[in-house]
């Protein structure tokens, strides 16, 4: 995906340069191998590719076509032939202007502002498909929204789209050396051994450090904490559950001589100021952290700032905090939330020494999401250090789909995806206060802005098909089709089947079962307030920078050398800048 990371820094999701063509063959712009079939309707499809391929809209159109084999849509044809349109460049599907032009129907779009694409008119209108009683599950695909969604996707009453898929950034863990090392908490410890909470003056955490807090390499009968979800005898048991936990676990990976963390080199700001996003979104919650995109409520929990910008700290050196209520008069409050603060300490801790990262993870050009990906999996099933976690978006595995092949090829059957016991990592909370407040409780973000929509101005004979098609596309079982075939999520409501959720690969169901639970909650990129709708394309690009060209993961590391630990904290110095921008950043 490394046009879609070049650009995430810009939009939070991707961008690309590859131009969108048309196959001047059949009249539109569709690419699939098939020929056009004259004695059938056809229907042209976009997708945007990348990340999550399209594999698995393949697999819908085979299905869809079987289904209505005998329907007829025009005269003197019979069937449907769904013509799919796979393009890496999602600006064909951004700007109003770009859908009006396309020759394709239906899109399967990413980084779409929807919003803006509704009220110019370039969308058709699909309410009946989106409010009536689908024939598919006997369910209406407006059900399986949200209430935030469901405020969204209205335009005017009506309906003009619905999201696709979703994408967050947090971290990958491979299980397989988690349990050959030994990577786990004993049952008993607590983060308040030896140690100073939320004192991030030191970037090591070594002084504080024991192996005595971790169970032996290779141990599968000595009991482990009850991990991030608190509940013993699930998969997350032994997991760090607090950022000090989370760094202990580094400093006992580098004490084994493994690489703690790796991230893409060559996208490392856009991965590290998503990661800040990620856990900036966790802290807060859902309801605050909605603010950032309602701008309509209070938060009991925003960093003081003095008259100067400075943040205001007690005798202790800590950050004081007070209730603010937020509004678009006063949009930019927002940012001193304290879950971006502590979040900033936390990136801090992380990239200030090597000790929990490599050198190539700041190598601008030399060392992409996919070389990483490739040392990822790779490194365990070598001699030398191994990597223990990647930060990376959900939609990893899937890029890299030719490394798993490779492994296989060389290895056997036993390194396949869905023989790897890889894992997706809850993220930590803040404090061990914050953990037993939230008992389980987590948030995610999603960043894609990813949404299926029509165009209007396609033939009207093919409206109701463009309607049905998407409401096929948001039908149970092609939720779940696309689950099990990507290993990723749909950003709709449903459930998989204990059957249905054996067919995932381990990262896949370790991903389903941490982001589709009961105490789970997903905050999606979407808003009606005419504040961030103004600002839609700054506000996203503009999230974590300190300025229009600089981001928070720059800042950050502005003095790191490679191989060198740094004692000084960069964190309030950034949270001081972010807020210092945002105050006049928006109109």
Same mark, same amino acid.
């Given at each position: 995906?490394?046009?879609?990371?070049?650009?995430?820094?810009?939009?939070?999701?991707?961008?690309?340069?590859?131009?969108?063509?048309?196959?001047?063959?059949?009249?539109?712009?569709?690419?699939?191998?098939?020929?056009?079939?004259?004695?059938?309707?056809?229907?042209?499809?976009?997708?945007?590719?990348?990340?999550?391929?399209?594999?698995?809209?393949?697999?819908?159109?085979?299905?869809?076509?079987?289904?209505?084999?005998?329907?007829?849509?025009?005269?003197?044809?019979?069937?449907?032939?769904?013509?799919?349109?796979?393009?890496?460049?999602?600006?064909?599907?951004?700007?109003?202007?770009?859908?009006?032009?396309?020759?394709?129907?239906?899109?399967?779009?990413?980084?779409?502002?929807?919003?803006?694409?509704?009220?110019?008119?370039?969308?058709?209108?699909?309410?009946?498909?989106?409010?009536?009683?689908?024939?598919?599950?006997?369910?209406?695909?407006?059900?399986?929204?949200?209430?935030?969604?469901?405020?969204?996707?209205?335009?005017?009453?009506?309906?003009?789209?619905?999201?696709?898929?979703?994408?967050?950034?947090?971290?990958?863990?491979?299980?397989?050396?988690?349990?050959?090392?030994?990577?786990?908490?004993?049952?008993?410890?607590?983060?308040?051994?030896?140690?100073?909470?939320?004192?991030?003056?030191?970037?090591?955490?070594?002084?504080?450090?024991?192996?005595?807090?971790?169970?032996?390499?290779?141990?599968?009968?000595?009991?482990?904490?009850?991990?991030?979800?608190?509940? $013993? @005898?699930?998969? +997350?048991?032994? %997991?760090?559950? *607090?950022?000090?936990?989370?760094?202990?676990?580094?400093?006992?990976?580098? =004490?084994?001589?493994?690489?703690?963390?790796?991230?893409?080199?060559?996208?490392?700001?856009?991965?590290?100021?998503?990661?800040?996003?990620?856990?900036?979104?966790?802290? $807060? @919650?859902?309801? +605050?952290?909605? %603010?950032?995109? *309602?701008?309509?409520?209070?938060?009991?929990?925003?960093?003081?700032?003095? =008259?100067?910008?400075?943040?205001?700290?007690?005798?202790?050196?800590?950050?004081?905090?007070?209730?603010?209520?937020?509004?678009?008069?006063?949009?930019?409050?927002?940012?001193?939330?304290?879950?971006?603060?502590?979040?900033?300490?936390?990136?801090?801790?992380?990239?200030?020494?090597?000790?929990?990262?490599?050198?190539?993870?700041?190598?601008?050009?030399?060392?992409?999401?996919?070389?990483?990906?490739?040392?990822?999996?790779?490194?365990?099933?070598?001699?030398?250090?191994?990597?223990?976690?990647?930060?990376?978006?959900?939609?990893?595995?899937?890029?890299?789909?030719?490394?798993?092949?490779?492994?296989?090829?060389?290895?056997?059957?036993?390194?396949?995806?869905?023989?790897?016991?890889?894992?997706?990592?809850?993220?930590?909370?803040?404090?061990?206060?914050?953990?037993?407040?939230?008992?389980?409780?987590?948030?995610?973000?999603?960043?894609?802005?990813?949404?299926?929509?029509?165009?209007?101005?396609?033939?009207?004979?093919?409206?109701?098909?463009?309607?049905?098609?998407?409401?096929?596309?948001?039908?149970?079982?092609?939720?779940?089709?696309?689950?099990?075939?990507?290993?990723?999520?749909?950003?709709?409501?449903?459930?998989?089947?204990?059957?249905?959720?054996?067919?995932?690969?381990?990262?896949?169901?370790?991903?389903?079962?941490?982001?589709?639970?009961?105490?789970?909650?997903?905050?999606?990129?979407?808003?009606?307030?005419?504040?961030?709708?103004?600002?839609?394309?700054?506000?996203?690009?503009?999230?974590?920078?300190?300025?229009?060209?600089?981001?928070?993961?720059?800042?950050?590391?502005?003095?790191?050398?490679?191989?060198?630990?740094?004692?000084?904290?960069?964190?309030?110095?950034?949270?001081?800048?972010?807020?210092?921008?945002?105050?006049?950043?928006?109109?």
């Amino acid at each position: 995906m490394r046009k879609k990371l070049a650009a995430v820094i810009a939009t939070f999701i991707c961008l690309s340069t590859a131009l969108f063509g048309c196959n001047p063959s059949d009249g539109g712009s569709g690419n699939s191998t098939d020929k056009v079939d004259t004695t059938q309707t056809q229907l042209y499809v976009y997708v945007y590719s990348r990340g999550y391929g399209s594999e698995y809209l393949y697999k819908l159109k085979e299905r869809y076509e079987a289904l209505h084999a005998n329907d007829v849509y025009e005269t003197g044809k019979k069937g449907v032939q769904i013509r799919i349109n796979v393009s890496d460049d999602n600006s064909a599907t951004k700007y109003a202007e770009n859908v009006k032009n396309q020759k394709d129907d239906v899109f399967f779009a990413e980084d779409s502002y929807y919003r803006a694409l509704a009220n110019a008119g370039a969308l058709l209108d699909i309410t009946d498909a989106v409010t009536k009683e689908s024939e598919y599950d006997g369910k209406t695909v407006a059900s399986k929204f949200n209430a935030h969604q469901d405020a969204y996707l209205k335009v005017n009453e009506k309906y003009y789209g619905v999201p696709h898929y979703q994408g967050e950034y947090g971290f990958v863990y491979d299980a397989d050396l988690f349990e050959k090392k030994g990577y786990y908490f004993k049952d008993g410890y607590t983060v308040a051994d030896g140690f100073v909470a939320n004192k991030y003056d030191s970037a090591q955490y070594g002084e504080y450090y024991s192996d005595e807090m971790f169970v032996s390499a290779g141990d599968k009968t000595t009991k482990r904490t009850a991990g991030p979800d608190r509940i $013993e @005898g699930t998969a +997350d048991d032994g %997991l760090p559950t *607090t950022y000090d936990e989370f760094f202990f676990l580094l400093e006992h990976i580098a =004490a084994n001589n493994d690489i703690p963390v790796s991230w893409a080199g060559s996208y490392y700001d856009g991965y590290l100021n998503l990661l800040t996003h990620s856990l900036t979104t966790d802290y $807060e @919650g859902f309801d +605050d952290m909605s %603010l950032n995109y *309602t701008f309509n409520g209070t938060d009991s929990e925003m960093i003081k700032l003095d =008259a100067d910008g400075k943040i205001v700290k007690n005798a202790a050196g800590v950050a004081e905090t007070e209730s603010v209520t937020v509004s678009e008069s006063n949009a930019s409050e927002v940012r001193r939330q304290a879950g971006l603060y502590k979040a900033l300490q936390f990136m801090n801790n992380l990239i200030n020494t090597d000790r929990y990262h490599v050198g190539d993870n700041y190598a601008f050009a030399s060392f992409e999401h996919t070389a990483n990906q490739e040392k990822f999996l790779w490194s365990s099933l070598q001699s030398g250090a191994s990597v223990a976690m990647i930060a990376d978006g959900i939609w990893w595995q899937r890029e890299a789909t030719q490394v798993f092949k490779d492994i296989v090829s060389a290895k056997g059957e036993a390194y396949s995806a869905n023989n790897r016991n890889l894992g997706w990592l809850p993220l930590p909370k803040a404090t061990v206060e914050k953990r037993d407040a939230d008992n389980g409780k987590t948030t995610h973000n999603d960043i894609m802005n990813s949404f299926i929509f029509a165009r209007a101005g396609i033939e009207d004979y093919k409206k109701d098909l463009a309607r049905d098609f998407i409401k096929f596309a948001c039908s149970d079982e092609s939720l779940v089709e696309f689950t099990t075939e990507t290993n990723t999520l749909k950003a709709l409501t449903y459930t998989l089947s204990t059957e249905e959720q054996n067919k995932l690969t381990p990262f896949g169901r370790s991903l389903y079962k941490a982001c589709l639970n009961e105490k789970s909650s997903t905050i999606y990129p979407y808003s009606s307030s005419s504040k961030y709708l103004n600002n839609v394309s700054r506000y996203n690009k503009e999230y974590y920078n300190v300025s229009v060209t600089q981001s928070v993961a720059r800042l950050l590391r502005t003095t790191y050398q490679s191989g060198k630990t740094f004692n000084v904290s960069y964190a309030d110095t950034a949270f001081e800048s972010i807020n210092k921008y945002f105050a006049n950043a928006f109109n």
